[in-house]
């Protein structure tokens, strides 16, 4: 049998990777499972003396990541460099050539997704993207592939190791927010500017991608609604435990009424939950089906093992549609996007949710009516409350769970109480996660 | 686009929820996805005039199911009445007429998977199975496409939701397996025979089908050791919880220097592993693989929703295929049968765990010096124990918990004790699980 040519651009640490098991396996275990010997024929690096976890033939590297699609060698394009360029470019240029296409590049198609899933759908090209997402979880082809016959409702999950990991750390030790990054930057488990994830961007690009599949919709990346972990503090960490929860960077994407409702922001799960057991580089994404129930997936969201094991299940998945001899069966995102529109977004005002409060205020008296008084003014009412011990003079924290209420009655009552200027500090919101019903 | 035509046998729970999703949208959202309409042509059903959750057009249906897989005018034949007869004869006769064929029979395929698989292989014909383990839970096609680019080494899981229901219940409300039982059959959660369920069979179909996809090897059902649940007590149930476990039953298949170990036993997991907190209705697989290392898919194992969305993710992975015009992408293991051997299959007496026991001895002193006395004349040592409180005159309750030991050590113990004389009752054994990793 034929054998099928992949070349690789990038090779850090799931990219060498990737080609060390291409080299090792791909004309034995490999091609027993493709239906053809898998060949590493070529790769681009920035670099060419640098030393790697896993050196190719120097014959096969090159500079010039272009040289790697043009290249009539090579029929199945891996990317592994990520950023929007020339990513893009390259992606666009598999698209023409019909090439197949892989790449773990989150952010292309979070920002640019519709445009690629229409190129290579127009072109009749084949496009893996399994490694954008959660690493190892086999999510995205369990929502094109597994849940395709069912109708999903909501796809939420823990999709970002870094903030999992920094948040597990919070929970079981204690410590501050900026004491864990350090140590998770010391440990290379953060970037030494920590904002993407961190600051929920991350999770927001996947969670644009997962919406886009499970809803079959083109999905404006600034249509995410974003927050961050920044701003959790130990005592918030505590008050969740004390009150039944954990707290994580939940990634949600659900639809209700042919309408959607994308967001990433800190959210309490109850400590029972799957999801509140999924600790440090852990990812995990639960799927809600019509007819398929609640699914969850958990597995490493990271890493050059995981990722590269997704890559390679896209290289393979490519090779056997090649070897077989069709056209390519299936579009990008399952159904054509040609057939698609863009579905309302439910704006964040709109949402109705718990929410987890923290107030730092003085300790007199009066002012937890003035609180309460205001959250009752926009038609919230309280589930319970937790009030630190006092010390004289200072400030105390008051935390209040509140029943369901409006994100904008939230702020209106918010404004509210901040109108008064009792607040001392900055207020804290959690909201509280839908529970995957397990 | 020419339509894919779908034949039904059997229009139980599952098939009248495939039927109907077949019918109101395969002309649409699944005509979308599968890149051609699926249409629902025939149903054979034992009794035509039984009312049913869903009634296709009355001339689609038939008594015979070989009509099914006999007319022209079916592209996919669906199996869904399990049971070795006639299944086996349908789905060779689908095969020799290179038919895709998609079936949810565990026992089928446990028992007689090599045959199946080396006939659609040979004929050039499509198989899907997805259904056939875990429900909903996308576990075969997380093997066969996901995780095919990596070296799995154990897989494992809660493959059978009666099983696990029934000591879900034990556990949470301490009730005797038997009142259990008789409620979850008034329930309609176990059968009325429920041997294959209780005594382990069910989940041991389960363990081969795994096993054969994940090591790519020939599975001698006769090979699976199958232990069942009807034996565990509410004492066993508070002992595991005190020591900080859960038990259940567990599927295991776990591969070390080139052998296999498959076997099926209730097992003591940590209170804090994700298999730990799966209960009721919910199933869960766990693969361990060299480069992606755990993953853990949660979902519900049964049902007609959840199981027709695995029989509809077949259906439609086939008319995607059919529709693309080239030939089977893939055989029906993965790689195909005809070049996998039988790997060897390790003994359960070389199996090395730590052991939970719980002997009944009679209430008097050098009682358990004559149990350690034994357990250490093996080679067995004690990692803590407990012992109830007592009740003059009556049997007491000696619970200990072992370090790793062989099978083989644990048993000569074990018939060591039993020649003392002191055990007023069978002694329970129950093994510790690997933990997953989380």
Chains 1, 2 share one sequence.
Do not use: W
């Not at 050539?97 to 979070?110: C, D, E, H, Y």
């Not at 079959?216 to 972990?229: H, N």
């Not at 999801?275 to 969850?296: C, D, I, L, R, W």
């Amino acid at each position: 049998m034929k054998p099928v040519r992949v070349g690789l651009i990038g090779l850090g640490a799931v990219g060498a990777q990737v080609a060390r098991i291409l080299v090792e396996e791909g004309a034995t275990s490999l091609a027993a499972r493709a239906g053809a010997p898998l060949r590493l024929v070529k790769a681009a690096v920035r670099d060419i003396s640098k030393t790697r976890q896993f050196a190719p033939d120097p014959s096969m590297l090159t500079t010039d990541p272009f040289e790697v699609v043009n290249s009539p060698e090579v029929d199945i394009v891996v990317e592994l460099i990520g950023g929007e360029n020339p990513a893009f470019d390259l992606a666009i240029g598999a698209a023409r050539k019909r090439k197949g296409f892989v790449t773990a590049n989150k952010l292309l198609l979070a920002l640019r997704g519709a445009e690629v899933f229409e190129a290579f759908e127009k072109c009749g090209a084949r496009l893996g993207y399994e490694a954008s997402v959660a690493g190892a979880i086999p999510i995205l082809r369990a929502i094109r592939e597994s849940f395709v016959g069912d109708t999903l409702e909501r796809v939420q999950g823990i999709v970002n190791g870094t903030g999992n990991y920094i948040l597990s750390r919070m929970t079981d030790e204690g410590i501050p927010f900026d004491d864990v990054l350090k140590d998770a930057q010391r440990l290379g488990y953060a970037e030494a500017d920590p904002t993407l994830d961190v600051e929920g961007i991350d999770s927001a690009h996947k969670i644009a991608i997962l919406a886009a599949l499970a809803f079959e919709t083109i999905v404006d990346f600034s249509d995410v609604y974003t927050e961050g972990i920044t701003r959790i503090t130990p005592e918030d960490v505590e008050s969740a435990r004390q009150l039944g929860y954990r707290i994580k960077l939940l990634g949600i994407a659900s639809k209700v009424d042919g309408a959607i409702s994308l967001r990433v922001h800190p959210a309490m799960l109850p400590e029972r939950s799957f999801m509140a057991n999924v600790n440090g580089p852990f990812n995990a994404v639960e799927t809600q089906g019509k007819n398929a129930g609640v699914n969850t997936l958990v597995g490493r969201g990271a890493g050059g093992g995981p990722t590269a094991t997704a890559t390679l299940s896209d290289i393979i998945s490519i090779a056997r549609d090649i070897t077989s001899g069709g056209a390519p069966r299936m579009a990008p995102l399952g159904a054509p996007i040609s057939g698609l529109g863009k579905l309302p977004v439910i704006p964040m005002d709109e949402l109705r949710t718990e929410y987890y409060l923290r107030f730092t205020v003085p300790d007199r008296p009066g002012v937890l009516a003035q609180i309460a008084g205001a959250l009752g003014d926009n038609g919230i009412s309280i589930a319970s409350m937790i009030q630190r011990e006092r010390m004289e003079n200072q400030p105390v924290s008051v935390v209040l769970m509140t029943h369901d209420a409006v994100e904008a009655d939230m702020k209106k009552a918010l404004a509210q109480i901040e109108a008064t200027g009792i607040c001392l500090a900055p207020t804290m919101i959690i909201r509280i996660a839908e529970n995957g019903g397990d």
